[in-house]
């Protein structure tokens, strides 16, 4: 991606107003110029992210329902991965749990509950989302949410602890989480957070694009939501997720 073009080293005060993006609709139209970028730059789209997954968060911004991004193929890392803070304006990470589809979910498939979707589901897996904040404070909630979604609600990719292949008996709505930066623990959550459990978002990801003639594909990575609100790092910042159940996933900002 061209700095000259996501303005990296300024707020993105101004964006709204320059390409004219008043509504919801208009901002997703804008969200899909990223499906070519990553296309050229990152390897592909390799699943999605949710965003606007809490009743709290949903009626700050005016929200009845999640919000969804693009994850890059190229930006999917592993545990350990060092990610280096001057790439980024305000780099923040949030505490997710992940899904890998392990088949072909179709437009015209009817996959009404989460026993239906737990079925095309062949791992989960912790996970770090990582963020680039750069919404101006002077937003109001509306535009916030406006220009958050047109720009792939700031995704700069993901995070993943190791793949649980028989996951089937794990309760992930009271899977419990805990984020620490330098060993002091800087926020806490459950699953239930994520709209009473972390399948519901994806369920939701799958009616949003079957609505729109779309399905997802094998191998695509889903992440649920954030169990913990996105917490701003620095240079030399140590950072780990505990799940419960689910294990650890820990980076280094360098």
């Known amino acids: ?12 005060a101004n964006f709204l107003d320059k390409h004219s993006i008043t509504n919801l609709e208009e901002a997703y139209l804008m969200q899909k110029q ?11 789209v390799s699943g999605y992210k949710l965003a606007y997954t809490t009743k709290v968060m949903q009626e700050r911004v005016g929200l009845n329902s ?3 991004g693009l994850l890059p193929t190229d930006k999917v890392y592993y545990e350990g991965q060092k990610l280096y803070r001057s790439d980024y304006y305000k780099l923040g990470f949030e505490a997710e ?9 179709t437009s015209d498939e009817n996959i009404s ?10 791992m989960i897996a912790p996970a770090f989302e990582v963020i680039d904040g750069r919404a101006d404070p002077s937003m109001s909630n509306e535009e916030r949410l406006l220009l958050s979604v047109a720009m792939n ?20 709505p009271n899977i419990h989480c805990s984020m620490s930066i330098n060993e002091s623990v800087v926020g806490t959550g459950i699953g239930s ?17 079957k609505s729109q003639g779309k399905g997802l594909e094998k191998g695509m990575i889903i992440i649920t939501g954030s169990l913990i609100s996105p917490k701003m790092v620095d240079e030399g910042d140590v950072v780990n997720i505990d799940m419960s159940e689910l294990g650890q996933v820990n980076t280094l900002v360098i």
């Open 97 to 105: 749990i992940a899904l890998k589809i392990g088949e072909d979910i």
């Open 66 to 68: 999640p919000a969804y």
């Open 193 to 209: 957070d994520v709209m009473g459990n972390p399948l519901n978002s994806c369920l939701w990801l799958i009616n949003e694009l």
């Open 1 to 12: 991606m061209e700095k000259t073009y996501f303005e990296k080293d300024i707020y993105l």
């Open 34 to 44: 990223w499906v070519s970028l990553f296309d050229e730059h990152f390897g592909g």
């Open 153 to 172: 609600i700031f995704n700069e990719g993901i995070v993943l602890g190791d793949w649980i292949e028989n996951w089937e008996s794990i309760d992930l």
């Open 113 to 122: 509950d989460i026993a239906k979707l737990s079925k095309k589901i062949s």
